[in-house]
C-alpha cells in the first residue's frame, strides 16, 4: 500500500471518517428512539450535518398537547439524555387529527364526519380511474377521478377522487380543490400530506392533513389526509 492511502497512524485513509459517520448515525438513531418514547410523538426523524450536528428534527404527533410544548418536551430530552441544545426553530411538529388518527379533537362529532368505505383503481393503457367511497351517517357518495398512470400523479388522483365523494356529502365542499398531495418518511413510518384550498372569494384558504400509511395502503392513508384537512373546516361553511 502506498504511503498515500495511509495516515499517520498507519491506518488506510478514510477509516476515521467512516467510524465516526458510523457513530453519528448510531447516535441519532438512538435519539430518535428516545424521542419516540414521549407519550404524544408516534415517529421522530432527525437530520444532521456532516459533523453529525441536527439540523432538522421531524416529530409526527398526535393533537393531544400544543405543538409548541411538543417541541419544548423535545428540547428537553434532546438535551437530559444527549446534552444537545435544540434551537426550537430546526424542530417540526406534525400532528395527526380528525380521521388522520381517529382522535376526536372537537367540533363535528365523529358519528357525523365522513369516513372511508373504499378506495380502488382501475388501468386502461396509460389511464387510471380511481374510485373513492365515502360514509356519512346513512348517507354513501362514490367519487372519481381519471388521469395519468403517472407515479407522480396516483396521490392527486386519489385525492381529487375523495373531493368528488365529498361534494356528494357536503354542499359546501364545491368550494374545495386539491393543491397537493405527497408521502414523506416521518422516523420509520410513510406518512400522507395533502393540501387543499378553499376558493371562498375574494380570497382562499389553505388546509392540510395528514395520515399515517397502514399496511402499505397509501391510497387510504391519501384519503383520511383530505377529510383530516376537510373535516374541521366544512361545518363552518355550511
Not at 447516535?27 to 432538522?56: N, Q, W
Not at 430546526?90 to 362529532?109: A, E, F, M, R, Y
Amino acid at each position: 500500500m502506498d504511503e498515500a492511502d495511509q495516515d499517520v497512524g498507519g491506518e488506510p485513509a478514510g477509516v476515521g471518517s467512516v467510524e465516526v459517520k458510523a457513530r453519528v448515525e448510531a447516535e441519532v438513531l438512538e435519539l430518535e428512539r428516545e424521542l419516540c418514547r414521549l407519550p404524544e410523538v408516534s415517529a421522530a426523524r432527525v437530520v444532521t450535518d456532516p459533523s453529525g450536528r441536527p439540523t432538522e428534527v421531524h416529530i409526527l404527533a398526535t393533537s393531544g398537547k400544543h405543538a409548541k410544548q411538543v417541541v419544548r418536551d423535545v428540547q428537553s430530552v434532546a438535551l437530559a439524555s444527549f446534552g444537545l441544545e435544540l434551537d426550537r426553530r430546526i424542530v417540526s411538529v406534525v400532528q395527526l387529527g380528525g380521521n388522520g388518527n381517529g382522535n376526536h379533537d372537537g367540533g363535528v362529532p365523529p358519528a357525523f364526519r365522513p369516513v372511508l368505505v373504499d378506495v380502488a383503481s382501475e388501468v386502461s393503457g396509460l389511464r387510471s380511474l380511481v374510485r373513492v367511497t365515502l360514509r356519512r351517517g346513512d348517507s354513501e357518495a362514490v367519487g372519481f377521478a381519471e388521469g395519468s398512470i403517472a407515479s407522480s400523479a396516483r396521490h392527486r388522483l386519489v385525492a381529487t377522487a375523495t373531493l368528488d365523494a365529498l361534494r356528494q356529502l357536503e354542499a359546501a365542499a364545491e368550494c374545495l380543490d386539491v393543491d397537493s398531495a405527497h408521502m414523506v418518511r416521518v422516523g420509520v413510518n410513510d406518512v400522507a400530506i395533502v393540501t387543499v384550498v378553499f376558493v371562498l372569494p375574494p380570497s382562499e384558504e389553505l388546509s392540510s392533513g395528514s395520515a399515517v400509511v397502514r399496511r402499505h395502503e397509501e391510497a387510504d392513508a391519501v384519503v383520511r389526509a383530505v377529510l383530516d384537512a376537510t373535516n374541521r373546516r366544512l361545518p363552518s361553511l355550511a
